[in-house]
Structure formats: C-alpha cells, structure tokens
C-alpha cells in the first residue's frame, strides 16, 4: 500500500509504483493517491484532494474529513493486509498512520522525509521508532538519519529522470495561442486550493504590472490536475487584457515553455530550477501557521532550489514581502541576471545520479522479502 497525500508526493509515489510493477509484475499496490498513481496501476481507494491542505489553521478546519480518510485508510489495511504501507511525505497524517500501522505488526517504509533538517531534528528518534527503513532524496538527509542509526537509504532524487521535456518551447506557445517571439513570464501559484486563494491574486496583479512595463511580455499558468478550473477563471475575471493563458498540459513542456517564472515554494522550485528557469520564489500561509514556522525553522531558506544549492540563487518573498509590488520588481531583476541560469545549472548535479525510484523499488522489495 502506497499512501502520498498532495500533488508532489502522487508523482513521486507513481515513480516507485511504475519501477515495483517493472521489478515484480505480479505485485499489487493500493493507496492513496491521485492521477499519477492511477495511470501508474495503483488501486486508490482515497483521492490525494480529500487530504490537499496545509498548514494548521486549515488542518483543523478539515479535521473531520482528514479523521475519515485516516480510519478509511485504516480500515483498508485491515481488509487488505499489506505486506508493507510505503508512507509518500506528509508527516502530519502519515506519522500518525505510521503509529496505528505498527500496532499491527506491517512493515513501514518512509519514501521522502519529513523536513527534520529544517525544524526538530529530534522526531527523528519517534520516527526510528514507527518506521522500519527510511529512503532519502538528499544525501544530507541520510547524515542526519545515520547520526541516529536509523535504517537508511540515499536514492538521489527522481526527478533526474522524471523531468523530460516533450515539446519545444515554440510548440507549446503556439498550442496555447501565445507569441514565439515575446517575453514568457510563468506563472505556478501552486497545487492546494488555499495556495491558488493566498498566492494567485498577487501573482496576477505582478503580471499586470510586468505588463504595463513591457507590452512585449505574456504569461503562461500553470494548472495543478488537483485544482478545478473554474477556481483559476474565477480570479482571472478582472485580467481579460492580459495576454494570458493557462496551460494543463505536461507540467514540465509547460515550464520549459516559460523564459522565467514566479513560483509557489515546494517542489516546483525545484523543478523550475532543473530546467533553468529564472525564478522568484513566493509563499504566503495563515498566520497561525506562519508565527510557529518563524518560530521552529532553523534554516535560513524555505525554497528547495535554494536549500539544495546550500546559498541563496532565487530571491524568496515570503507573507506580506509576497505582494505584487516586491514580486514584479524581483522578477524584473531576475529577468535581467543571467548569473541565476549558471547558478541554476549547478542544482541538478546535486541531485544523484539517474535511477532514483528503480533502487528505491528494489529497497522496498528487499524490506518486504
């Protein structure tokens, strides 16, 4: 059983799923998930849109319904009786799960760890605990989890090899009715509902300002498959002169497609910063959630780009420094800094080499045998 429970985590997990069903085809995966997971040939008995919230204000509003899903999914591995629950990220509900799972004697696999470099190194001991082999993405993880002699594994991150452009950037502006010839400003507001609330509104009001300053710029946006439309057209109502259009095709012919981009912190940066793209990095939380994060992160940068390369190479505008003002000015700058590709360049080299779910697969496949 492979449980992800936001966009990011439903790619990552249908890597591992696609690499399991090449090692052993008879195997048989359920879950939670989304759309990459599905195609992927896991059985999802829950949509990662029933679990897409973040931060604690919004937790605790979604209480009820995150409860259901996590006795669901209880119920699910009583019925089925997994050999192993592989837990995908989200350590709000999947250490709790984690916790219910070893009462009931099954094998626990953690795929992308909780962010214990950033805040509270020390779960890692309750973690060593619930979890019988962590498998990391970044060497850095590993150090921290061997300095508590837990069970680990360094994979690399599977986004060397997931990251493959499609279409060339002409073919995709042209698919969408934007110019080959202008200024292609991205924008990627992020894949939770709140995200789109807290962060499109400034973003667009960015564009329009980028806009007004050089009528030779356009806009492309891309859409998460976790967020409905209609949420996006709604707020694009006040913008019909801007030369923008949205794009749901393949995200990474759609970032490919940007010449730079504003970009909701998490893995997107990451993914922006692979393909080279100039970026600005934005985040904007409620309050609650943003005073106990200041409060509890150690680490001077919250964008993954910059975490990876271990300095700041894109700016980071964060709660009210996310204002379309800041936003249009730094993306301006980034525009106009050509050093930001060649610190970018860097970034993938830090990620290991390609394989990442394959030699995850084979961990889990030794765990459970």
């Known amino acids: 059983m492979i449980i992800a429970g936001e966009a990011s ?3 990552r997990a249908s890597g591992l799923a696609r690499a399991l069903k090449e090692l052993d085809p008879a195997i048989r995966l359920s879950g939670i998930g989304g759309q990459y997971m599905r195609q992927a040939g896991v059985e999802c008995f829950t949509d990662i849109t029933e679990l897409a919230v973040i931060g604690i204000a ?3 509003k979604n209480l009820s319904r995150i409860k259901k899903v996590f006795d669901q999914t209880l119920k699910q591995i009583d019925t089925t009786q997994p050999d192993c629950v592989v837990l995908v990220d989200y350590p709000g509900f999947n250490l709790r799960l984690a916790r219910e799972i070893k009462k009931r004697h099954i094998k626990v696999i953690y795929y992308i760890s909780p962010q214990v470099w950033a805040w509270r190194e020390k779960r890692v001991l309750k973690i060593k605990e619930l979890v019988d082999r962590m498998i990391v993405l970044f060497p850095f993880e590993q150090d921290i989890y061997s300095k508590y002699e837990m069970n680990v594994d360094y994979v ?4 060397v090899d997931e990251i493959i452009v ?5 073919e995709v502006l042209k698919s969408i009715g934007l110019s080959a010839s202008k200024t292609t400003i991205g924008i990627m507001p992020g894949s939770r509902t709140k995200e789109i609330e807290r962060h499109l509104p400034c973003m667009l009001e960015a564009a329009q300002k980028l806009f007004e300053k050089n ?5 492309i946006l891309l859409k998460a498959s976790s967020i409905p439309l209609k949420l996006i057209q709604d707020q694009l109502f006040s913008y019909k002169h801007l030369p923008l259009k949205i794009y749901e095709g393949p995200t990474y012919d759609g970032i490919n497609a940007m010449d730079a981009a504003m970009v909701a912190s998490g893995t997107a ?6 393909l080279k793209k100039p970026m600005v990095i934005i985040y904007k939380t409620s309050w609650l959630t943003y005073c106990l994060a200041k409060a509890l992160i150690k680490i001077p940068y919250i964008g993954l780009a910059n975490i990876v390369a271990g300095k700041k190479v894109v700016e980071e505008l964060i709660q009210n420094d996310a204002n379309a003002v800041n936003i249009a000015n730094t993306m301006e700058t980034a525009l106009h800094n050509p050093q930001i590709v060649d610190d970018l360049a860097t970034i993938k080299t830090s990620l290991g080499e390609p394989g990442a779910s394959q030699r995850a697969a084979r961990i889990v496949l030794e765990t459970i045998k």
């Open 9 to 11: 985590g439903d790619m």
């Open 58 to 60: 919004e937790v605790l």
């Open 156 to 159: 690399g991150h599977p986004l």
């Open 166 to 170: 499609g279409k060339k950037q002409t």
């Open 215 to 219: 009528k030779e710029r356009q806009f």
């Open 269 to 274: 940066t990451l993914e922006t910063a692979i």
